[in-house]
């Protein structure tokens, strides 16, 4: 009974949905640039005082990561720019869409760390997280004549996940149905295109997470960008998009590793495992450096019943 009430309530919710997806499809581009980080910040002090939910979800997950080294003071204000870095991100989601050319070019840079891996005859994966706006990179990517692939999570909501995916492939990121992906992205590479992951968030095994070690946490994250990457001999390519003070947004790298060649016979499960590894130290890296710029407020770590994890590991 209450599984039928629940789906009916979703039922009744989607077109309203669907109608405000729209009309803040049509707003949104319109506002100003200050107007939008006004709404962003507003909507992280929002959520920091009124979602409880939230704000306990991401003090959870900063109690676990960073102990006693911070404050409570500290890690109230991570918790509030988080909100409003994701409020941005979403908003630019949209204010991209018009205009986006110009807007990009103005609002957007390009460390020069990066400008080696915008050639066309060269394949890469390029490996982001939610940290910052993950959402831009692919657009300033399309602006370069650069098209990146990348499998998108779906919204329930199936008319809002059909926007949203319309309004992605504009800006000239192609998005990979789930089934029969990773047949895709192999023959992209092998032909020198370019493949995206954002690879920081639990994913279970039987969707092909591996257990690894994630700040500080035993975490199954997926293996495929890895395995890709092996398999292609394609270089794994780390791209962040981190704000700044004046509204804009600085895409920089931290480097990049090249997997060993292929050879049958060898472990490439073992192989992919430590790649796999070596790519979320990356990330973890990133975080720690611009923590305040991350999604923190996301169950990244999950128990499985039996088995046994540290005293620190968070507790939803």
Same mark, same amino acid.
């Given at each position: 009974?209450?599984?039928? %009430? ?7 919710r989607?077109?309203?949905? /669907? ?10 581009p ?12 507003g909507?992280?002090?929002?959520? /920091? ?32 720019? /988080?909100f409003s870095?994701?409020?941005?991100t ?15 070019q ?19 994966? =390029?490996?982001?997280?939610h ?6 990179i692919?657009?300033?990517a399309? %602006? ?7 499998i998108a ?6 008319a ?7 309004q ?9 149905p ?8 192999i023959?992209? %590479? ?20 591996i ?11 997926s ?12 270089e794994?390519?780390?791209?962040? =998009? ?22 049958k016979?060898k472990?490439a ?18 975080i ?27 507790r939803?």
């Open positions: 009974m209450a599984s039928r %009430l629940k789906k009916m309530r979703r039922a009744l989607r077109p309203f949905e /669907s109608g405000g997806y729209r009309l803040a499809g049509w707003l949104i319109r506002l100003p640039r200050s107007a939008l980080l006004a709404l962003a910040r909507a992280g002090k929002w959520m /920091s005082r009124f979602s409880p939910r939230l704000k306990k979800l991401g003090m959870t997950n900063l109690d676990a990561v960073f102990g006693d080294t911070k404050t409570p003071e500290e890690k109230t204000e991570i918790l509030q720019t /988080s870095t994701f409020a941005l979403m908003l630019d989601l949209l204010w991209f869409t018009r205009h986006t050319s110009e807007r990009i103005k609002y957007v840079h390009l460390d020069p760390s990066l400008e080696q891996f915008f050639v066309h005859d060269k394949g890469f994966v =390029c490996i982001t997280a940290l910052g706006n993950w959402e831009v692919s657009q300033i399309a %602006l370069q004549g650069i098209e990146i692939a990348a999570a779906t919204i329930k909501n199936k809002v996940n059909q926007l949203l995916i319309q992605r492939e504009k800006s000239g990121q192609t998005i990979i789930r089934e029969g992906a990773l047949r895709t992205l023959s992209r %590479l092998r032909k020198n295109g370019k493949v995206a992951f954002l690879l920081d968030q639990n994913t279970p095994e039987k969707q092909g997470g257990e690894i070690s994630f700040m500080g946490f035993p975490t199954p994250i293996s495929a960008p890895a395995m890709l990457a092996y398999r292609t001999g394609s794994i390519v780390f791209g962040f =998009c981190t704000p700044q003070s004046d509204g804009s947004y600085l895409i920089n790298s931290p480097g990049s590793i090249q997997p060993p060649p292929f050879e016979g472990d499960e073992e192989i992919t495992r430590k790649l796999t590894q070596e790519i979320v130290e990356q990330i973890e890296a990133e720690r450096r611009h923590p305040q710029h991350w999604l923190w407020a996301y169950k990244h770590w999950r128990r499985k019943p039996q088995k046994e994890y540290p005293a620190n590991y968070p939803y």
